[in-house]
């Protein structure tokens, strides 16, 4: 029966005898990336996504107060007119 030469080493990664597991671990060996090819965006533009959801809840906003404003005229009309 063949013995196994990783068996008695598999918990530790760093082994150089053990031929089917890394000498160290993955985190090590990554590649260094190359710089980004385009400057970073200032914080100006970086916000900008945010322009449309805070001009549709401007508008939101808006009309709900046009409503609650337009209701009570309308609540003081009738109540006006049946006393």
Request: charged residues 20%.
């Amino acid at each position: 029966m063949a013995r196994d030469p990783c068996r008695s080493r598999r918990a530790n990664l760093d082994s150089p005898a053990c031929p089917h597991l890394p000498c160290r671990p993955l985190a090590h060996r990554s590649p260094r990336h190359p710089a980004p090819a385009l400057p970073p965006r200032p914080a100006l533009r970086r916000g900008l996504w945010a322009l449309p959801l805070l001009l549709s809840l401007a508008f939101v906003a808006v009309v709900l107060a046009w409503l609650r404003a337009n209701e009570r005229a309308d609540l003081e009309l009738h109540c006006s007119a049946s006393s």
